[in-house]
T-cell receptor
Framework: NAGVTQTPKFRVLKTGQSMTLLCAQDMNHEYMYWYRQDPGMGLRLIHY???????AKGEVPDGYNVSRLKKQNFLLGLESAAPSQTSVYFC????????????FGPGTRLTVL | SQKIEQNSEALNIQEGKTATLTCNYT??????LQWYRQDPGRGPVFLLLIRENEKEKRKERLKVTFDTTLKQSLFHITASQPADSATYLC?????????FGQGTELSVKP
């Protein structure tokens, strides 16, 4: 039982490049989330999903897109990376009811030059 | 807008003492509030959940209080140990989603 895994762990991009971050969970959770964490800012919700095939915007969705084609996977895409997207990205999942404890992945450290 | 405030300055205490961390929130009334622990380079890990109708919740050496009048939660670690050193995040429920504070770094010295 791996819990929540994220790929890759580290990445460096140039401005304008694109990439996809992959999150996978093996706990059969309905809800999945993408956060970014910046110094002094705490975790901010980018997008989330309440079930397979659904996505919704969080607090800071601009510049990101997501997809949830399979229940166990939640993908975060950056179409044209900007230096402001340099951050640590965390994926999380939880059981059906909003507000249940969230299980976090180890994070992806992304640097955009 | 909804706002969460945690002590931005690190808390340094001696081993064996009780650590108390504060979480204040404004402009909403969460039905419940969660606390997480985060170690450097790792994702947060859930510790405790307290509901608005609960004044206090305990789990081993951890105690959380929730004062809806003061709009404040306190997180206590009794008999603290160096292994308790980490950043602690509070997360009240707002708009159906958790809103995370920026965290307070705790350092327990032997």
């Amino acid at each position: 039982n791996a819990g929540v895994t994220q790929t890759p762990k580290f990445r460096v991009l140039k401005t304008g490049q694109s990439m996809t971050l992959l999150c996978a969970q093996d706990m059969n959770h309905e809800y999945m989330y993408w956060y970014r964490q910046d110094p002094g800012m705490g975790l901010r919700l980018i997008h989330y999903s309440v079930g397979e095939g659904t996505t919704a915007k969080g607090e800071v969705p601009d510049g990101y897109n997501v997809s949830r084609l399979k229940k166990q996977n939640f993908l975060l895409g950056l179409e044209s990376a900007a230096p402001s997207q340099t951050s640590v990205y965390f994926c999380a999942s939880s059981y059906e009811r909003a507000g249940n404890e969230q299980f976090f992945g180890p994070g992806t450290r992304l640097t955009v030059l | 807008s909804q706002k969460i405030e945690q002590n931005s300055e690190a808390l340094n205490i001696q081993e064996g003492k009780t650590a108390t961390l504060t979480c204040n929130y404004t402009n909403y009334s969460p039905a419940y509030l969660q606390w997480y622990r985060q170690d450097p380079g790792r994702g947060p890990v859930f510790l405790l959940l307290i509901r608005e109708n609960e004044k206090e919740k305990r789990k081993e050496r951890l105690k959380v209080t929730f004062d809806t009048t003061l709009k404040q939660s306190l997180f206590h670690i009794t008999a603290s140990q160096p292994a308790d050193s980490a950043t602690y995040l509070c997360a009240p429920l707002g708009g159906g989603k958790l809103i995370f504070g920026q965290g307070t770094e705790l350092s327990v010295k032997p």
